[in-house]
């Protein structure tokens, strides 16, 4: 398994951009599937952006031509561009790894979007 650590996020304007790095502790992170989640206070948590040990991509249609999630496995790092950022982005975003049976979590960066 491996062990994962958000950074990146903070405060930023409407209009503005972040990105979130998520780094890998551990063996095997080339094959697992990672993606990124986020969660608002009194909602459910949901998927932002995934991507595939073969490098296949899917987003949340909110975020669609907004984000961008990429991976450096040599870096065991998975990242997630966030540009045009709006109020409604405003959440804790985690970092999720996938490996057949097996899942794991970060644990957590704030992103707060506001004037």
């Known amino acids: 398994q491996v062990h994962l650590v958000e950074s990146g996020g903070g405060l930023v304007q409407p209009g503005g951009s972040l990105r979130l790095s998520c780094a890998a502790s551990g063996s095997g992170f080339s094959i697992y599937a990672m993606g990124w989640y986020r969660q608002a206070p009194g909602k459910q948590r949901e998927l932002v952006a995934a991507?595939?040990?073969?490098?296949?991509?899917n987003y949340a249609d909110s975020v669609k031509g907004r984000f961008t999630i990429s991976r450096d496995n040599a870096k065991n790092t998975v990242y997630l561009q966030m540009n045009s950022l709006k109020p409604e982005d405003t959440a804790v975003y985690y970092c999720?790894?996938?490996?057949?049976?097996?899942?794991?979590w970060g644990q957590g960066t704030q992103v707060t979007v506001s004037s």
């Open positions: 991507i595939t040990s073969g490098g296949s991509i």
């Open positions: 999720n790894a996938r490996r057949g049976i097996y899942e794991n």
